[in-house]
């Protein structure tokens, strides 16, 4: 994919993942979506389980799971359809996608041309820093490609 196919593909994604900030909004109930859920709708342990397929005891367990956090997808997903519910499942960034991929290379690009810069002092040919910013710009737009931002850390 090209660098330019890359950043639209970005810039729609971060379109379309706006709509899910702030994520505050998504946090999950302290006792977790399915027990919430399952107790604003007046149902059992019992009734869920028979819906689902599986004995009261494993309600419970799904419960617990899901507020610790190690619940499988797949039986969110059956609870989800028990409930009349459907289960969404994101990554939602930070920031934008966009601004992430810009960090990281201006990130790159200042560390290599400090590299650069303090071996030309050590050489007695240091660089003036007014221009800086613009050899960062410059570094970025004719080295760095979008597979290299990644391969360091």
């Known amino acids: 994919m090209k ?22 909004r998504f946090r999950a109930p302290p006792k977790g ?6 107790d604003a709708l007046g149902m059992t342990g019992a009734q869920l389980g028979a ?5 009261p005891q494993t309600i ?19 609870a ?4 009349d519910c459907t289960l969404v499942y994101a990554l ?6 966009e601004a992430v991929v810009e960090a990281r290379a201006r ?9 650069v810069a303090h071996t030309m002092r050590l ?5 003036d820093n007014a221009d800086f910013e613009a050899r960062v710009q410059a570094y970025i737009r004719d080295k760095l490609s979008e597979r290299d931002l990644w391969n360091e850390t």
């Not at 979506?33 to 399952?38: E, N």
């Not at 050489?123 to 660089?127: N, R």
């Open 60 to 78: 419970e367990s799904i419960e617990k799971s899901e507020a610790a956090g190690t619940i499988q997808l797949n039986t969110l997903r059956r």
């Open 80 to 83: 989800a359809e028990a409930l």
């Open 51 to 55: 819906r689902i397929g599986v004995r």
């Open 107 to 115: 990130k790159i690009a200042i560390r290599e041309l400090q590299r």
């Open 92 to 97: 939602v960034p930070n920031s934008s996608l």
């Open 123 to 127: 050489e007695a040919q240091g660089t």
């Open 3 to 24: 660098s330019d196919t890359r950043k639209r593909a970005r810039l729609r994604l971060d379109e379309r993942l706006q709509t899910l900030q702030p994520i505050d």
């Open 33 to 38: 979506w399915v027990r919430a859920l399952r």
